[in-house]
């Protein structure tokens, strides 16, 4: 498994490039912690070290997915781990877990994307309107 790090990912200027560097492509509904998925909601609920490192994240990113500028995000937050993490990371408190260089800003959509590859969540660049473009019957 190859390892993904945030200081190569940042050496990708776009967004797509970021996407394709971390995409997954698993299946919804795989079992990732199964039963024992209580055991990564403690962590992240409960561990102070945690909600800090993730605080520090944002602050890195500048607040955008995946930390490219113009992607600012206006709803709930992420911060993904680039290499998912396993009951065993979470039981020797594996450096995977709170080191940022293996953390990265990201929306709910984006977060999907990377682990079922579906693109079709992904943000599209705006459309750039112009004045009356949505009503062709007006010249000005």
């Known amino acids: 498994m190859k390892i993904r790090t945030y200081s190569e990912l940042m050496s990708?200027?776009?967004?797509?490039?970021r996407f394709e560097y971390l995409r997954?492509?698993?299946?919804v509904g795989e079992s990732t912690f199964g039963f024992d998925r209580y055991l990564n909601q403690i962590f992240y609920q409960r561990s102070h070290e945690w909600k800090s490192i993730r605080d520090f994240v944002i602050v890195r990113d500048n607040g955008c997915d995946l930390g490219v500028d113009g992607y600012e995000i206006h709803s709930r937050v992420l911060v993904h781990?680039?290499?998912p993490i396993t009951i065993k990371d979470l039981e020797r408190e594996s450096e995977f877990l709170l080191n940022p260089d293996y953390l990265i800003t990201t929306t709910h959509n984006t977060h999907n994307a990377i682990h079922y590859g579906n693109t079709n969540l992904l943000?599209?660049?705006?459309?750039?309107?112009?004045?009356?473009d949505?009503?062709?019957w007006r010249s000005n």
């Open 123 to 132: 943000i599209r660049n705006p459309i750039v309107r112009t004045k009356n």
């Open 81 to 83: 781990h680039m290499n």
């Open 24 to 27: 997954l492509d698993g299946a």
């Open 12 to 17: 990708l200027p776009t967004f797509e490039e």
């Open 134 to 136: 949505t009503c062709p």
